[in-house]
Nanobody, 124 residues
Framework: VQLQASGGGLVQAGGSLRLSCAAS????????MAWFRQAPGKEREFVAA????????YYADSVKGRFTVSRDNAKNTMYLQMNSLKPEDTAVYYC??????????????????WGQGTQVTVSS
């Protein structure tokens, strides 16, 4: 399984970006997927998760109301629409695939495949 994250860049505060995560393989649709991020000197933290068939997504409190996670199983792709970006959203964003039977979707230990990351920089 390979995950390829893209769509990062430099944006001013208040702006928007859309990240994509393209997955290889034929089993994309049966796994929950998530976005995490890691700022310099900080732990990798949960951002959002989407279940295998859509359904109610999970968000970190810090991004609720601003970020939207979605997936297109026909395209083996997950998305993260980020609006009203803030300087504190600056980080490398990683996509990840959940382990079978994962329960704690906000824990990085529940994910077994990771993309390479895409840099998001929000200027003030």
């Amino acid at each position: 399984v390979q995950l390829q994250a893209s769509g990062g860049g430099l944006v001013q505060a208040g702006g928007s970006l859309r990240l994509s995560c393209a997955a290889s393989g034929r089993t994309f649709s049966i796994y929950a997927m998530a976005w995490f991020r890691q700022a310099p000197g900080k732990e990798r933290e949960f951002v959002a998760a989407v279940m295998r068939s859509g359904g109610t997504p999970y968000y970190a409190d810090s991004v609720k109301g601003r970020f939207t996670v979605s997936r297109d199983n026909a395209k083996n792709t997950m998305y993260l629409q980020m609006n009203s970006l803030k300087p504190e959203d600056t980080a490398v964003y990683y996509c990840a695939r959940a382990r079978p039977g994962a329960q704690l979707y906000n824990s990085r230990h529940e994910y077994d495949y990771w993309g390479q990351g895409t840099q998001v920089t929000v200027s003030s």
